[in-house]
């Protein structure tokens, strides 16, 4: 898809919209489709620190969601910069002021420009990596009769207390730092925002992706500090705004699908799902272990099958960081399609 | 060993004492005796975090390291708050204008203390946890006569470009909070050290360690937060200097047996070894995970055996912060001070 067809971004306006920490006057869902609204509908939901433009890894011609055969639709997160966020929402719910959103406010809004808006009456699939992998347990749950295919990427249904606990991390560093000010800084907080991206760095990767020095990209940085300062700080400082990020995070840290329906617990959330699952863990993720995806398929039962990404980049493997690891998320994603 | 008999802390004043970073015109290494200097001296010197005080988790009647059977001595590292350190060092090198010290530098330091001032001629056994461990490795490359056995429990004979990097997350949240000051805080920081615990505390533990709550201690912690508050902000709060934890931060990220004589590699440097070495990772470990233990022990050869301690405690495992862990661990020990 060259750069001319490329789809431009649409805003779908709820006007006044309740979310789980009060409320937003006019929340705004930031999204694109891709293809003819005729074909089966797929929606890739964006995951931490990613733009609409994230999602071209997997949308395109000649790539998993094609949009010849699909009409895909991919949304921005609310906090992401683009949908309603802290850097974008006028007074007074601006920066620090915005309201706590949870996955849940984030689906039930999707689903209203799904249905009311783009006419949908069906998902043939929904795909997500980490959170957008989250997003997709949510999805099932959410709307089992209106979901026929679920792939989660590296991400799970419920934030395990160790997630939650390394996010803490990061959060910390950013809130506690000498230029953030609460959330009212006038400028971009460098020494926040680049304590932030450090703290970060170490979890994305498997520790064997280091000890092969795979961090200098054949040469491209000269030591860990070199990465350290173009890919964690300057990815973050160049696109991202500081109150966003907290307020994102704050979604993933609380993401349960137990708490939906207040079910007693993952087994019973699990349970409401009626779409087909395919759940893809990385070996090496450090905050979304395998382990933890072995539960929740065993919970799921005949409804999901676990295929796991063989790779020593860890978190990143399943957000196309690695070509390799791409190619095969990419095959899986299709045969999971093409299967009954 | 009652309280009554606890050993007096005692300090040794090397004079003017060059390291790695230029100079301490009167470098002070703090340690500990316990039992009688005729019997087989063993070295047990502290990791992160630790005082001399900690060291008891492992020395004491009845314990792997018996004072009846052994003249053991415990060394604090330099930075620690016990030896020279940021914090106790007299102008000009004070708090940020402490110099950088090496493990190197410790260890040649814990030499003069055992040679010149205790008369030590030979050392059954060096062992050493997390810092401990790395130390362990560097008295068994830099004094292969002096040492016949060390055992290094969930440390490694060079820092990881990983472990690095997870530790570059804690710096940068200390360093960039709104109460550092440059290191010319006039109190304790509280901002800078809370995140610096947060940021911490994710990777001391397995991930499944947080999946069986046992962060919350059977209900000692009511949440992740409460646990937080009191393990690692109470802890670095109530017992560490800013300034200290940065300087003995740096003595770890930068450690490496290679260096010692300008080694090529690794297996080079560990080839010098001539003491038996028993070298025990935890299998949950983040930071000193099994693998670097594997490939260091496939290149010191017959010369060490693996043991991995089967925990989901993670790094803390080897730290003594599990009963079970620790007798494990014990046990090892006592079998290979009882082996030829």
């Known amino acids: 898809m060259s750069n001319g067809n490329q789809p431009q971004t649409q805003y779908y306006h709820h006007g006044r919209y309740q979310v789980k920490g009060g409320v937003l006057p006019d929340a705004v869902t930031a999204f694109r489709t891709y293809g003819n609204p005729g074909n089966p509908c797929i929606v890739f939901p964006t995951c931490y620190g990613a733009k609409l433009d994230s999602q071209l890894s997997h ?37 620090p002021y915005f309201p706590a959103i949870s996955y849940e406010d984030n689906i039930r809004a999707q689903y209203t ?14 795909v997500g990596f980490s959170m957008g992998g989250q997003q997709a347990y949510h999805w099932a749950v959410m709307y089992p009769d209106f ?39 006038k400028s971009t907080p460098q020494h926040g925002i680049r304590a932030f991206g450090r703290v970060y760095s170490a979890w994305a990767y498997g520790q064997t992706w280091f000890r092969e020095n795979q961090h200098l990209y054949g040469g491209t940085y000269s030591d860990l500090n070199t990465f350290l300062h173009e890919i964690w700080e300057g990815r973050y400082l160049e696109s991202w705004d500081a109150n966003d990020m907290l307020a994102l995070l704050n979604t993933w840290q609380t993401g349960d699908v137990a708490k939906i329906h207040g079910d007693p617990d993952l087994q019973s959330a699990l349970g409401r799902i009626k779409a087909k699952g395919l759940i893809m863990p990385c070996k090496t993720d450090l905050y979304f272990p395998p382990e933890d995806s072995e539960i929740e398929v065993k919970y799921l039962g005949d409804n999901a099958k676990l295929v796991v990404i063989d790779s020593v980049w860890g978190h990143v493997a399943g957000g196309g960081a690695n070509p390799e690891d791409l190619k095969f998320v990419q095959g899986q994603i299709e045969q999971f399609l093409g299967e009954e």
Do not use: W
Not at 113 to 126: A, D, P, Q, W, Y
Not at 167 to 178: F, H, I, Q, R, V
């Open 59 to 95: 949308v395109g011609e000649g790539k998993a969601l094609d949009p010849r055969k699909y009409f895909v639709v991919t949304f921005a997160l609310f906090a992401n910069g683009e949908s309603s966020s802290p850097s974008n929402t006028p007074v007074p719910y601006n920066g």
């Open 147 to 185: 979901v026929e295919k679920y792939v989660a990427i590296c991400g799970s249904a419920r934030t395990s207390v160790h997630n939650q606990c390394f996010l803490e991390g990061p959060k910390a560093a950013l809130t506690a730092s000498k230029d953030f000010e609460g959330g009212h800084y």
């Open 113 to 126: 420009v799904l249905t009311k808006h783009l006419g949908i009456k069906k998902l043939r699939m929904v």
